[in-house]
T-cell receptor, first 116, second 113 residues
Framework: DAGVIQSPRHEVTEMGQEVTLRCKPI?????LFWYRQTMMRGLELLIY????????DSGMPEDRFSAKMPNASFSTLKIQPSEPRDSAVYFC??????????????FGAGTRLSVL | AQSVTQLDSQVPVFEEAPVELRCNYS??????LFWYVQYPNQGLQLLLK??????LVESINGFEAEFNKSQTSFHLRKPSVHISDTAEYFC???????????FGGGTRVLVKP
């Protein structure tokens, strides 16, 4: 399997613009997670889905952030409007499902976002 | 809620020397424990995990970690590091009955020749 695929790898945009980050989970995985990594706050879980349904979005920082999973093989994280403080590396991860050994999260390579 | 503390933000070490990265956690329920490694400009890769059974777990590249319930620790060790072990290492916990990972702040290991 190709693993979790994220695009783009790098994104540079200007404040106020809309940004869309994309993720393709590992085929057959039921869970999908979005994380943000910054120097100040480390790795934070933003939201996660189970079978395409958002389960916990308590980590989403504010209404400017939204995430969707229209089907089992695709998810987006959108920021509108973007602000400089959104600059971070955003990771997507997926896991097979519930159960002790199945619930291991595999991460994509991340999207490095710079908002100028 | 769970929390994870990695006491060392940076650990410089010479090649072929041993290294230990400390990880302590707090949780009121049973947890699973993980170490992830992040090489420069890459995503996180699972290094090893403790789910149940033997408290000493090993990775294929020589790392090991020991789950100590009484001390709520999951320290990572390697007896002899290589230059290629230069990376950031993250300890993480997850409730046994849950799905969310809580990460520590990370420890950056710099292996010097």
């Amino acid at each position: 399997d190709a693993g979790v695929i994220q695009s783009p790898r790098h994104e540079v945009t200007e404040m106020g613009q809309e940004v869309t980050l994309r993720c393709k989970p590992i085929s057959g995985h039921d869970y999908l997670f979005w994380y943000r990594q910054t120097m100040m706050r480390g790795l934070e879980l933003l939201i996660y889905f189970n079978n395409n349904v958002p389960i916990d979005d308590s980590g989403m920082p504010e209404d400017r952030f939204s995430a969707k999973m229209p089907n089992a093989s695709f998810s987006t994280l959108k920021i509108q409007p973007s602000e400089p403080r959104d600059s971070a590396v955003y990771f997507c991860a997926s896991s097979l499902g519930a159960g002790q050994s199945k619930n291991i999260q595999y991460f994509g390579a991340g999207t490095r976002l710079s908002v100028l | 809620a769970q929390s994870v503390t990695q006491l060392d933000s940076q650990v410089p070490v010479f090649e072929e020397a041993p290294v230990e990265l400390r990880c302590n956690y707090s949780s009121s329920v049973s947890v699973y424990l993980f170490w992830y490694v992040q090489y420069p400009n890459q995503g996180l890769q699972l290094l090893l995990k403790y789910l149940s059974g033997s408290t000493l777990v090993e990775s294929i590249n020589g790392f090991e970690a020991e789950f100590n319930k009484s001390q709520t620790s999951f320290h990572l060790r390697k007896p002899s590091v290589h230059i290629s072990d230069t990376a950031e290492y993250f300890c993480a916990v997850r409730k046994a009955a849950g799905n969310k990972l809580t990460f520590g702040g990370g420890t950056r290991v710099l292996v010097k020749p």
